[in-house]
């Protein structure tokens, strides 16, 4: 009587067509955090059959797991790089993104030592101020471009802060930022747009765009219709239902109280299956498409739902906690979150398949 988080591959491969034609260029995929959550070991290899040659990963260790499941795939690590790592680099083959001048130097000498010129992607802080070369980075490797050699540099990166609002000034000002830092490094491929960038229009375009949360069917046009497909969907058993008297309690500290005689149904999920606690009086569960609201508060293991208008609702019945009835993004909406988190606060307790929606 468990949890079974079911994930789609062939839309996952599908939402990765879509968003290479609507980029109109080479597009990767990002499939850091275990794939948002989804399975990298699954994804990744499905998305290298289908096509994709570049992959980015945020960890080091994240990357090494995935080398051998793809042969001769571009792989870069987003969270830059430190000099212990330098020979594992090396050695699987993967991509640091190298963010300041001292990581920029530790990776030469590296290089230099190995005997050739080892492959790095270039950062700019075009504005997010988190990673990357800020301004005066920029001018002082403009000034000095020996600072750059020895590096095989594959692109030159930044991150737009805000893509999912396409009316904020800050996406084109980013955009004029990285033209500009650009224009005075030694002349390399630009890596620019993530999901939502994809859908900024033309001049967002580049050598390399990096969609991650669309991939896996998150909108990346936040009030306007969702392009993607849905990928994964997320159900539990009904352990028990009940019928509880007006001004009962539902679970802890009473905080849900029967107004009208109610069924309660007691489903196998809870926070510690990442199904987040703030959705507690909030959110719903799906059965046969009808709603279930959300009753008391969401415990470890269980979490009850109100299944009074519901009578065919039976015991080992499985209900949709997230998927194509409640996508990620709406349960986000209940808990103060975004789709994001959603997906990659899913804990493994949950049986995994991979099938079709
Ligand atoms: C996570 C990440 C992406 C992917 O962003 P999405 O919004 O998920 O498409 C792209 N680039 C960088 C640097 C990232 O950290």
């Known amino acids: 009587m468990t949890p079974t988080l079911t994930i789609d591959l062939d839309a996952i491969a599908a939402n990765w067509r879509a968003l290479s034609a609507a980029h109109g260029g080479p597009t990767a995929a990002v499939v850091k955090a275990d794939a948002y959550g989804l399975g ?32 001769g795939a571009f792989i870069g690590v987003l969270n830059g790089f430190a ?3 330098a020979a594992t680099y090396a ?17 030469r000498r590296f290089a230099a030592a190995h005997g050739h010129k080892l492959p790095a992607l270039l950062h700019i802080d075009t504005g997010m101020h988190r990673l990357g070369l800020m301004a005066a980075d920029v001018d002082a490797v403009a000034a000095d471009p020996g600072l750059l050699d020895g590096i095989a540099w594959s692109y030159a990166l930044t991150h737009l802060v805000s893509a999912e609002t396409p009316d904020d000034p800050i996406n084109i ?4 930022r990285f033209n500009q830092a650009c224009a005075r490094l030694p002349t390399m491929r630009r890596s620019l747009a993530n999901s939502s960038g994809i859908f900024l229009g033309e001049e967002f375009r580049s050598e390399l765009a ?8 998150i909108n990346p046009r936040p009030g306007l219709p969702n392009p993607m497909r849905s990928v994964m969907r997320l159900t539990a058993p009904v352990l028990q239902l009940r019928d509880v008297k007006v001004g009962e309690g539902v679970g802890y500290n009473g905080s849900w109280v029967a107004k009208r005689p109610t069924r309660v149904a007691t489903v196998a999920l809870g926070y510690a299956d990442g199904y987040h606690r703030a959705a507690s009086n ?25 299944a009074t208008d519901h009578p065919a609702l039976a015991l080992g019945d499985h209900v949709e906690l997230i998927g194509p009835a409640i996508p990620p993004d709406e349960v986000a909406g209940f808990t103060g979150s975004n789709g994001y988190e959603v997906l990659t606060s899913l804990r493994h307790r949950a049986v995994r398949r991979y099938a079709a929606l």
């Open 40 to 71: 990298a070991d699954r994804v990744a290899p499905r998305l290298l059959a289908e096509g994709a040659t570049h992959f980015f990963v945020a960890q080091l260790a994240e990357a090494v797991v995935l080398r051998p499941l793809l042969p």
């Open 83 to 85: 000099a212990a790592e």
């Open 91 to 107: 050695a699987h083959d993967l991509v640091p993104v190298l963010g300041n001048l001292a990581e920029i130097a530790a990776y």
């Open 173 to 176: 000002l980013q955009l004029q």
């Open 210 to 217: 990096r969609p991650g949360a669309a991939l896996y069917g």
């Open 282 to 306: 909030r959110a719903a569960a799906f059965f046969d498409a009808a709603r279930l609201p959300l009753i008391g508060r969401v415990s470890m293991d269980l979490t009850t739902f109100d």
